[in-house]
């Protein structure tokens, strides 16, 4: 039976561990999605070289993000999860496209400036590649060559989906209405920041302190918390960014009666944070104990989730290149034999 729905596509970069600040700004919609959508979600090692990496490493985490998003709940019954470089394809696509998209086109990508000015840039042996100006040609290939309607992401990729339409419709001009236009998800999701340092984004390149991690013991999850800072320099009337991330944070968790009670707590002058860190602390460890248990679970299941992961690029990769053979065709390539 040829499934009717609409198709969503979307990519995460292989790191070391997935954190609360992932699962609750992306991963937690990616499950959700798939009730509605045929969903395509991908690990994205090709990305993941465009930065310095060291390779024992990058192939240990792109093989534990798949089992870390099968944790959520990404459920190989309902969508395809797979490896991109399993996919060759996706490469031969990006070459191709590439001669779809000007140079002064990357040269405005803003995330091409900020990595390339990255402290990251700055250290001995480094170089900006061009697989980082590239990159998001790359992104664009991922899209089209499944031909998805509609992109999951942060803000931080509008603008990388913006070019995949503009590489899809110069494509669609030259030729024919080949590509989908690929629309972006947005979905409101909570911005959550850095525990020790709420001036910053919750993110892993801060430092492990910076993060609160999906499979960290209880008692580190705990400290962190209890540990996070609240009110810095003189009281206002608005809440300070610390607090207000951990209402948020307790919100994300799904403790709505609790972010009542104790905003009203608050907005009487009665709060104490140590009460809120608490309840957001219970909130965290309660989620994190079902990841680890679905983890172990996965692990431990005869169903080699190895082997689960390649008949997932496998039949990827039967889209793949289906997509590839028609666009050889329209741009003048020969006809392989296969
Ligand atoms: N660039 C995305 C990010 O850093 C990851 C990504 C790669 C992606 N390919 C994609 C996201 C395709 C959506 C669709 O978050």
Request: glycine content about 6%; some cysteine; aromatic content about 8%.
């Amino acid at each position: 039976m040829k499934n009717t729905k609409s198709r969503v596509f979307s990519g995460i970069q292989p790191t070391s561990e997935m954190h609360f600040g992932n699962y609750f700004g992306a991963v937690k919609n990616w499950i959700e999605l798939q009730e509605k959508y045929e969903c395509i979600y991908s690990v994205v090692d090709y990305h993941a070289m465009t930065m310095p990496y060291i390779p024992t490493e990058l192939q240990s985490n792109t093989m534990n993000m798949v089992i870390d998003l099968m944790a959520c709940g990404v459920d190989p019954e309902k969508s395809i999860l797979f490896i991109q470089s399993l996919v060759p394809e996706h490469v031969e696509l990006c070459w191709i496209l590439s001669c779809y998209c000007s140079y002064g086109e990357l040269q405005r990508m803003t995330q091409f400036k900020d990595k390339s000015e990255s402290d990251k840039m700055l250290e001995k042996g480094n170089i900006v590649s061009s697989g980082l100006f590239t990159y998001p040609i790359l992104q664009a290939a991922d899209i089209l060559l499944y031909r998805a309607e509609s992109v999951p992401v942060g803000k931080d990729q509008e603008q990388h989906l913006e070019l995949s339409r503009n590489i899809a419709n110069r494509f669609n001009s030259r030729h024919e209405i080949y590509f989908t236009e690929p629309k972006a998800l947005f979905t409101e999701v909570p911005k959550l920041l850095s525990l020790a340092d709420p001036s910053k984004k919750m993110s892993k390149s801060l430092g492990d302190q910076h993060v609160v991690r999906l499979f960290e013991p209880e008692a580190s999850i705990r400290k962190k918390v209890k540990s996070a800072v609240t009110d810095v320099g003189p009281k206002t009337d608005t809440l300070s960014p610390g607090v207000a991330n951990l209402f948020e944070l307790l919100k994300a968790c799904g403790k709505m009666a609790e972010h009542g009670e104790l905003m009203n707590d608050y907005n009487a002058g009665t709060l104490k944070y140590s009460a809120l860190k608490e309840y957001v602390a219970n909130g965290l460890v309660e989620l994190s104990k079902q990841f680890i248990d679905r983890k172990a679970e996965l692990t431990g299941s005869s169903r080699d989730i190895e082997a689960q992961v390649h008949d997932m690029s496998e039949k990827a990769r039967v889209i793949a290149k289906e997509t590839i053979r028609e666009v050889r065709d329209l741009v003048g390539l020969p006809k392989r034999r296969d």
